[in-house]
Nanobody, 117 residues
Framework: QVLFVESGGALVQPGGSLRLSCAAS??????????MGWYRQAPGKQRELVAR???????TYADSVKGRFTISRDNAKKTVYLQMNSLNSEDTAVYYC?????????WGQGTQVTVSS
């Protein structure tokens, strides 16, 4: 069972930035092989994948965050990051990390991001 601990969420004003972190309870060796993703779930909506990163660092993004969010990873630290810039109210959600797969592992508690003035 792999566990994830997300952190870094906060209340931020529109146009602001945040950096989220997610640590995985898995060996660094194993972590390095997995495609990892950041997901988010806004109130009343389904969870969606917003960014993913392969083992070699290739990234893809949902259209809604492209150009504003950057996903990265540190395999030695078993951690994946999400740098979020130019935040707007539509980015308000609980953010989760997990492997980017059709069968993700168990979900962590996530970290709340609220964009509001």
């Amino acid at each position: 069972q792999v566990l994830f601990v997300e952190s870094g969420g906060a209340l931020v004003q529109p146009g602001g930035s945040l950096r989220l972190s997610c640590a995985a309870s898995i060996s660094a060796f194993s972590f390095s092989f997995y495609v990892m993703g950041w997901y988010r779930q806004a109130p009343g909506k389904q969870r969606e994948l917003v960014a993913r990163i392969t083992s070699d660092g290739s990234t893809t993004y949902a259209d809604s965050v492209k150009g504003r969010f950057t996903i990265s990873r540190d395999n030695a630290k078993k951690t994946v990051y999400l740098q979020m810039n130019s935040l707007n109210s539509e980015d308000t959600a609980v953010y989760y990390c997990n492997r980017a797969a059709t069968t993700p592992w168990a979900w962590g508690q996530g970290t709340q991001v609220t964009v509001s003035s």
